[in-house]
């Protein structure tokens, strides 16, 4: 069983930085991408980025190109989210999943972080 922990979020002012972490455990953990969504009060979930683990091609939403940065480290089975020039409009609920390389895939999703951005 994989479980994915997201770690980082909290409150900062517009104009501010926090990186999100999400750390996969469990046997074998071998995902083909990872992403990380997000989902504000009343809306529906939506994409925010993704990283190929092998290549480490990655996407952005368009909101948040130039001030997002998805990475990863393969050794610790983590990926990150660094957030630069926070806007109020980011704030909501952030979530990692992994789609496993296997076939059928899986997808694992992490609890969630808040994130709030203050004007």
């Known amino acids: 069983q994989v479980q994915l922990v997201e770690s980082g979020g909290g409150l900062v002012q517009a104009g501010g930085s926090l990186r999100l972490s999400c750390a996969a455990s469990?046997?074998?953990?071998?995902?083909?991408?990872m992403r990380w969504l997000r989902q504000a009060p009343g809306k529906e979930r939506e994409f925010v980025a993704a990283?190929?683990?092998?290549?480490?091609?990655?996407s952005y939403t368009d909101s948040v190109k130039g001030r997002f940065t998805i990475a990863r480290d393969n050794a610790k089975n983590t990926v990150y989210l660094q957030m630069n020039s926070l806007k109020p409009e980011d704030t909501a609920v952030y979530y990692c999943n992994a789609d496993t390389r296997a076939t059928p895939s899986t997808r694992y999703w992490g609890q969630g972080t808040q994130v709030t951005v203050s004007s």
């Open positions: 469990g046997r074998a953990f071998s995902p083909s991408v």
């Open positions: 990283i190929r683990w092998s290549g480490g091609s990655t």
